[in-house]
């Protein structure tokens, strides 16, 4: 598959409906192909760094790990690759937080099919691309250079906040990020010294905040 001419482009979405969807619109295209699908973050990484594609569409809220730190993590496993969030949700620090993991487009799941495809095409040229539909003072921004909010959460703790806001124990994280209970437990504590919050609920309400979650999934 990797000797297809035109855009080679991964999906990454953990409804198999939507995904179907996605390939069908760009499959109409001559010059873009479909030559990856992945249920979630983790196997959306794993799969960038095999086939290196041009183009990756990633859901921004899955359960496991978010888009926004799968995007982080692709970026580092292949530069060169664009990355596309799509999203239901239009709140400001979901698309800031895609866009400062690396993302060069975000669309909303309820855009049109014409909107996916210059997305694509715009982002190759690249170009960032922002939905229709949202404000586009957020791009002016970005394009400015305008510095936005920092996270004072590692790309590790934020992996562990997640999954303690989805109700996984220390045990079920640890054997998720191949980690032992132990060194949860010091994430665990370290994310909450930080943020100075300590019970679950203003865990869960901080996540949702910083775009690391919506558990709505």
Do not use: W
Not at 47 to 64: E, L
């Amino acid at each position: 598959m990797n000797n297809l001419n035109g855009i080679k482009i991964i999906l990454v979405d953990d409804h198999k409906l939507l995904r179907d969807g996605l390939r069908n619109i760009i499959e109409q295209k001559s010059n873009m192909h479909v030559i990856g699908e992945a249920s979630d973050g983790r196997e959306g990484i794993k799969i960038c760094s095999k086939i290196s594609p041009d183009v990756v569409v990633i859901d921004v809220a899955m359960p496991g790990l978010n888009g926004v730190e799968a995007t982080r993590q692709i970026i580092k496993e292949c530069p060169q690759t664009k990355i596309i969030g799509l999203s239901m949700h239009s709140s400001k620090q979901f698309i800031q937080g895609m866009f400062k993991a690396g993302a060069y487009g975000y669309l909303l799941k309820d855009g049109d099919s014409d909107e996916l495809i210059t997305a694509i095409t715009t982002v190759m040229e690249n170009k960032k691309y922002l939905s229709k539909d949202i404000d586009q003072e957020y791009l002016s921004a970005l394009k400015k250079g305008e510095s936005i909010e920092d996270v004072e959460l590692s790309s590790r703790e934020k992996e562990v906040l997640q999954l303690v806001t989805e109700g996984k124990s220390s045990k079920e994280i640890g054997e998720v990020l191949f980690l032992s209970s132990k060194t949860v437990d010091v994430h665990r504590n370290n994310i909450m010294k930080k943020i100075d919050l300590y019970t679950i609920p203003e865990l869960t309400k901080y996540a949702i905040q910083k775009g690391l979650t919506t558990l709505d999934f």
